[in-house]
């Protein structure tokens, strides 16, 4: 087997420099657990950075791959596909009500662009409401509804007519919809943000407003849909039916897809408005088909919900003095610290746990879904020891 060092080496002289790599090469997994190019083993809590809910080798996903891969890999959406088909009426059902329009494409950042279109297109206005904290991707469309200043800045101009408002204050956002306003962007958990959590009266508050102004709701469900934080989409919280809903992430499994979900009652988009060429492809929808089952079939987002309560309570009750905060819905959660977080991501790494940042100083812990009760008490235990 090829060394760390070498692979470190070999990577680092040809990468783009745009990811603040760890100095690690993982070569392996098997449900939450990850191995290095030295055997060392490790606790993922970083889960592809919410992509691979279902964990790492899943059987029903490989099988899906496999089988499909001997007979058609690439179809694009210019012709029908069997597979795309009982996709999209598998994806229908399960969706909030009225979701009945999917526009199946390859990220997350590609479903929000594709969804600032829609928005655009359905209401013949052009601005846009965002949250402070919010994070919705990196290309120019979705960057230009990102929070984050240092995201930003190093490439503006950016798409003009976007509004931030503070989370979870309702009356900053009545001010900010007007009638020139196409849509409000909105994460229900702020993953990226900090791991903030939107309150039930808020939005219902949201919805209400736009619906008496005109303006669309659009749900930013990349990082909490397919079970992450205890129902199967997060508006299930809320009782909300958005009037379109992004997609992606751990949709196929880990298979690189995005959906952009829309209300039927703002019908079809027109021929030629939007394409993608790798988008529905028959490989992928055939993951997110399996995906699907999976959850099904071993309940997953219920199992979610009681692993996310239980970690919640185990990790509060450490009473870690450099701890100001936990917080988290399901297994998306957040330790904010009083200090800088990155130390604690190398110390954590040092003892087998990998985790993520959520901003400067929250520490957030995104573990695959299949993650055992066993390892949930390793991770709290390495936590404590911090």
Known sequence: MISQETIITSESAHTSGTYPKRHLAIVGGQGARLWDAEGREYIDCVGGQGAANLGHANPYINEALQSQASRLINCPEIFYNDERAAYLDELVAVLPKGLERIFLCNSGAEAIEGALKIA??????????????????????????????????????????????????????????????????????????????????????????????????????????????????????????????????SIAGGMPMGAIAFQERLGPLPPASH???????????????????????????????????????????????????VRGKGLLVGLELKERVQPYLVRLMERGVLALPAGPNVLRLLPPLVITYTDLDQVVEVVGDL
């Open 275 to 325: 394409g993608t060429t790798f988008g529905g492809n028959p490989l992928a929808c055939a993951a997110a088909r399996a995906t699907l089952r999976y959850l099904h079939d071993h309940d997953l987002p219920q199992q979610t919900a009681e692993k996310g309560v239980y970690l919640l309570e185990r990790l509060r009750g450490l009473d870690l003095p450099q701890v100001r905060e």
């Open 120 to 249: 655009r297109l359905k209401t013949g206005r052009a601005d846009m409401v965002t949250a402070v904290r919010g994070f919705h991707g990196r290309t120019m469309g979705a960057l230009s509804a990102t929070w984050e200043p240092n995201y930003r800045k190093p490439f503006e101009p950016l798409i003009p007519g976007f509004t931030r408002v503070p989370y979870n204050k309702i009356d900053a956002l009545t001010e900010a919809v007007g009638d020139t306003t196409a849509a409000v962007l909105l994460e229900l958990v702020q993953g990226e943000g900090g791991v903030h959590l939107a309150s039930a009266e808020y939005i219902a508050a949201v919805a209400a407003v736009c619906r008496e102004r005109g303006a669309l709701l659009i749900i930013d469900e990349v990082q909490t849909g397919f079970g992450r934080t205890g129902a199967l989409f997060a508006c299930e919280h809320h009782g909300l039916e958005p009037d379109i809903l992004v997609l992606a992430k």
